[in-house]
């Protein structure tokens, strides 16, 4: 199963939210008139303009919750890493494995003879685990035989800016194949109830004119459509 | 005039979600069904676990966006030094205070012997604020003069955790009046959009059956409803 | 090979700096003289105080960093869930896997009918990593059919006040044992260079005079000796 | 009195202990190890990668305490800002301002005909502040008629990647004037301490070859030494 990504909720009026709180930095009256009183086409003008220059705070009044599916504990892994943001995550510690669910990388799938010994590992690994439970092994020392590929789940909430952050990095095509797959779907679904928000999103090698790397892959993004479609 | 706070806009059905994320943690399944399977009894039962142990980490997916009039620049001060928060202030860099509008304490305007000097401070520095302007100092430096009562408008949005953490340091009897008005109308604010997230919220006397200060007020809340009533 | 956590660096002279900067709150004077001219009793009386009524924002002008050795992927997964702190990891995706270096866990390696089963899947694990890099696969996606037991390399960095709170949820007896062991380790380490930040460290029942959980382990710590004592 | 800026004290031998965390990502070994084995010229060209590409991550070990003493209330609300970075400030709540030391912005003082304007402001204030207490109004309360202009001390902390981003912003000849001789005075002494950190720091005119406003200041800086010149 690929992952799986889900929007469960998000700020409403998004747009209109972000670009009224930035309006009211240099705006005189009250934070409370504001939001009632702006207006479509400013909303779009002035967030194209925060995009552009970087000036993100404002950002941060709304925010997305995710369900990410069938993800690998490798993924995980990183994604967790994201240090301004909230998981909630299925444990290990406390829910068996009672299957053998797994993510299974595109490079062993698709090469028939890698592919037996990555069946053969999993295969092994479940069976270790459940004789390991049979013989008393509590479930969170019985986990330390599972693999990087077992999937997870988690609850993931981030707000606009440390989204647009998210994407920079985990969207450039030398980010790992997963997280990558993950970010693609969060993009396409925050965009689909925030789109003035995530106008600009991605590596720089879009949104900034250039790659930052020292070895750049050599296949730049050439526009957000390239960005969005589905690997 | 008063600190006045508005609830902007918040996660819509936090209550549920809270719990949904929190479930996950422990049960087998995947993150998307679990926010629809949950039944409202539930709902509580776990809140109130979750509120009681303090595992408050789920809380963090759900956030309030306020706004926040009339309070004075030494509250925004004390307020801004929350970081795990959203702020989107008025900037006196670039808006101009076109009028005298401060906050007045109590201590002073319940006291007609200290009540003039102050008035007479503050008609002061407007003044010199708009001489300082006629005489081509820009904003940003004219404004060094006008005084900690000077109103001031944020946008503010925390996740409920945060809340949380802020409404027991804030809503303290020890804590300055005019910053703990504004606890109490977030606190009040959130209460009805999200009940069980908000249950148990206050100081220790309140939640944890004890003040950790080592002098404490000797006045402890008797109730949520001593809590939130307007001083 | 059990976790081994080693104090790479960390704020000269932790103690006074941090009573230096409570100091300042509350006193006139300059932010630079205050360190000089604090007295080491003083030093003592202030951290003391600010410990036990939970005043702890000035700890965090004291960092620490560490070096962790030998600690499972499934710890590293906890560790750095914990998101005011800082983090280098040794890479999967770049550093290959050379031989099969792995954390058994106690119940495991102390049960003769669980250890073969253990043994038997790390081996064909590291076995499958080897064929799946032999017919072409890159090791970021090899690495899929490695184990949770596999062990990782780690810089962490904390501040004095994460500290305090990382020690109060992972030497909790209910935390997992590997987590709680590196967490030993480095309150060993912390207390020799900063005695006063570290004097009250550890889960509620030996620091708050109770446990919050709904189900105590039943066993509170009965002092800090006895925390701090190799299981 | 100008902004003056003290280090307090630094993580010792910075620059080793960022590149050898930065090397620990990529390379076999143990953490503890790679400190002590790497040698000056890899440290220098390490740091130099990591700043060009962004890789910013393990400059976070490294972390700087300031004495910040004789700026503004104005720009301690905008320092203050930063979230993450920790600070301890004096407190207008508990510790009284016995004269008036105040901050006067430079077009102020060299403007012979605004001048007594600002002074006449500030000698009401401060003898509004006197009466005030003297007819029993608390501190916390009187404060209310002091001025922007007011000074403050604080003990201020950041790690070398929030450094690097608050340089970026506050250095910008953009920046209000007083935090930005504040960013000058910290990245001077930063440097000393830590020249690999700070090799490449400054706003985007300098460090990205060109400036993300919009409307950018037309006096772009032209080197390093020109950033750090005394203004």
Redesign the interface.
């Known amino acids: 199963m690929p992952p799986?990504v889900?929007l469960?909720?998000w700020?409403?009026?998004a747009d209109r939210?972000v670009a009224?709180?930035?309006r009211?930095?240099?705006?005189?009256?009250?934070?409370?008139e504001?939001?009632s009183e702006l207006k479509a086409g400013e909303t779009d003008r002035l967030l194209k303009?925060l995009s552009?220059?970087?000036h993100l705070?404002?950002f941060?009044?709304a925010?997305f919750?995710f369900?990410?599916?069938?993800i690998?504990?490798?993924c995980?892994?990183q994604l967790?890493?994201h240090?301004?943001a909230?998981?909630?995550?299925?444990?290990?510690?406390?829910?068996?494995a009672?299957k053998a669910e797994?993510?299974?990388?595109r490079?062993?799938e698709t090469?028939p003879?890698?592919l037996p010994?990555?069946r053969?590992?999993?295969r092994?690994?479940y069976?270790?685990?459940g004789?390991?439970l049979a013989?008393?092994?509590?479930p969170?020392?019985a986990?330390?035989?599972?693999?990087?590929?077992c999937e997870t789940?988690?609850?993931v909430?981030m707000?606009a800016r440390e989204l647009l952050h998210f994407f920079s990095l985990r969207l450039c095509k030398r980010a790992?194949w997963e997280i990558r797959e993950v970010a693609r779907q969060m993009l396409c679904l925050a965009r689909e109830k925030a789109p003035g928000l995530f106008a600009i999103a991605g590596p720089g090698c879009l949104t900034r004119g250039g790659c930052?790397?020292?070895r750049p892959c050599g296949e730049p993004y050439s526009s957000m459509e390239d960005l969005l479609e589905k690997p």
Request: glycine share 4%.
């Open positions: 799986s889900r469960i909720t700020t409403p009026e939210l009224a709180a930035a009211l930095c240099y705006s005189p009256g009250s934070a409370s504001l939001v303009h552009r220059s970087g705070s404002p941060e009044h925010s919750v369900g990410v599916d069938g690998s504990r490798a995980s892994h967790v890493r240090r301004i909230s998981f909630s995550q299925q444990s290990q510690r406390y829910v068996r009672e797994v993510v299974i990388p490079t062993v090469n003879e890698a010994f990555f053969e590992a999993i092994t690994a069976a270790a685990y004789e390991l013989r008393g092994v509590p969170e020392d986990r330390y035989v599972l693999p990087n590929a789940h988690l609850v909430t707000n790992q930052p790397e020292e």
